[in-house]
């Protein structure tokens, strides 16, 4: 992709930004500060954006080769597949774990490396309203033509997903979304009919189960099971965890002890950012199942083993990958 390009795609993108937020006409000043960060990275990231598998893309992040990229994008762990560099070099590869509640998956390249890789950014340094752009493969891998690149802002940040207004089409799936400086902060995952309705895997996401994506385990997604787990509580994000807001009656909270105010920081040993994380650790297990919950009452932090009840019916989750 040639320099020349990359600057019309990036003045074309940032003009559509501000139209699509109404946030009016950006100065040049703004324009060329924000092309300058963005193309002092291409370089290399463009050099570890590959397409994987059959129409997705990935992004290495070691030079050993690890791949990231989305968990239905890769699918079930240790298949063998091929991966395309951006040269048109095919390389093959096999697919580690997956952790379908945030849609992040992981490939290993096979070969002698070092392999051209991407930084990661750091856990919970994502924020709204931070500029950011992604990369991926449209329609597939198409070695004329190269990555195609999006910049925009990030609208919000939860720990199992991002959105952006980095508008995202059918193979941009399992590509990388990168701050400013160049940091793999997410991972494209599935979009709305909204411009601005683009939801990507976040980087926390992948460090928080990193050990079991890399050991090859296949983490469940709960949405559509009817046989999930509950403790019988309402919650709601705290700095700490997530703080209890309700104890409902006839539930195992209420034989737990579990209390309003208590704020629950881990279940089964998986730290709980926000009520995202606490839907998946609890929702993953069955009903009937023991879990282990840490929690803070005051000062002091305690822990206790439940049973899990069956959890009350809702509706079920809707989006679309691509």
Known sequence: MSRSFVRLILVGSLWVHALVCGAGEPSVEDFLETQQKVQSVLPQVLDSTIGVGSGGTGVIVSENGLVLTAAHVSGEPGRRISCVMPDGKRVRARTL????????GMVQLEGEGPWPFSPLGSRKSVNAGDWC???????GFDKDRGAVLRVGKVIYARSDTIRTDCELLRGDSGGPLFNINGEVIGINSRIGDPLDDNYHAPIDAFHKMWDPLLAGEDLPNTRDRSE??????????????????RVRENTVAVDAGILVDDVILSVDGYSIDDSADYRWAIGKNIAGASVKIQYLRGESTSELTVELGKAPRRGRWRGRGF
Do not use: K, M, N, Y
Not at 97 to 104: C, L, V, W
Not at 133 to 139: I, K, M, R, S
Not at 236 to 243: A, I, K, L, S, W
């Open 97 to 104: 774990g997956r952790f379908d509640h945030a849609d992040a």
């Open 133 to 139: 752009f992604a990369l991926g493969h449209p329609g």
């Open 228 to 245: 999930r787990g509950d403790l019988g509580v309402d919650v709601e994000t705290h700095d700490q965890g997530v703080v209890v807001t």
